[in-house]
């Protein structure tokens, strides 16, 4: 058997599709070390998650150093299987309203793509040489909001995950010679507790399978692509929205 436990590092893990994520992979008996900028929640349920929690807030560029150094010490064996980056924000307005570029000043631009996409690149360059030893796989949650106008995710967050997922190219082509497979889901409308008013309804509308997506379903496919089943899979954006984007 082998005796090298699997380890995630796992961004936005307080709840929604990283939960389902953490929850799947410690169903599965990885090892999965979470990173959030609020305290580790009561509520989630995998073993030794308050000692594999770091607080960390990914829109301060500064902390980033201390939290990969943080990160790296809790490698034994200096190997990272896998690397999630799910954090992400996306500002609204009052009542919840979409921000287009007239409502977004340079604070919510730098805010949005520190988290969206900066920390993204600054962590994977920091995680390399782990990621490196373990052969693992690194997995971007970019969104159908990167391809086209969407009625609730703002501008800034749009722009960032388009720019996600050509990070996500450049990574593959370059670090798939060091055994590094880089691959994005791009999520469409999943059933979270931070859901803007009328999305239920217009997944009715516009999507064609006619429902929400659940967390669960979108925590099987990043399993799939940390797998052996994805060997020969990097560079791709794997789209899960019931069609949304046909």
């Excluded at 988290?115 to 971007?140: P, Y």
């Amino acid at each position: 058997m082998e005796d090298h436990q699997r380890v995630l590092v796992l961004t936005g893990a307080s709840r929604g599709i990283g939960h389902a994520t953490a929850r799947l992979f410690a169903d599965d008996g990885w090892r999965v070390i979470t990173i959030s900028r609020q305290a580790f929640s009561p509520r989630c349920p995998w073993a030794a998650g308050p000692q594999d929690h770091i607080q960390l807030d990914l829109a301060e560029p500064e902390a980033l150093a201390d939290g990969i150094a943080e990160i790296l010490s809790r490698l034994p064996d200096g190997k990272l299987d896998a690397l999630v980056n799910n954090a992400g924000i996306s500002p609204k307005g009052v009542d919840g309203a979409r921000l287009g570029v007239a409502d977004s000043d340079h604070a919510t631009w730098m805010r949005v793509l520190n988290v969206n996409l900066v920390s993204v690149a600054l962590l994977v360059r920091g995680l390399r040489e782990a990621l490196a030893a373990a052969q693992g796989s690194v997995v971007n949650v970019t969104s159908i909001a990167g391809s086209r106008v969407h009625p609730f995710a703002g501008v800034a967050y749009a722009c960032s995950k388009a720019a996600l997922f050509a990070l996500t190219r450049e990574m593959a082509s370059e670090f798939a010679p060091i055994g590094v497979r880089v691959n994005a889901i791009s999520p469409g409308e999943i059933a979270t507790s931070i859901l803007s008013p009328g999305t239920a309804e217009y997944a009715q509308r516009q999507v064609p399978m006619r429902r929400l997506g659940s967390t669960d379903e979108v925590a099987r496919v990043v399993g799939f692509l940390c797998s052996e089943g994805a060997s020969y899979v990097t560079g791709a954006e794997l789209h899960i929205n019931g069609g949304q984007h046909v």
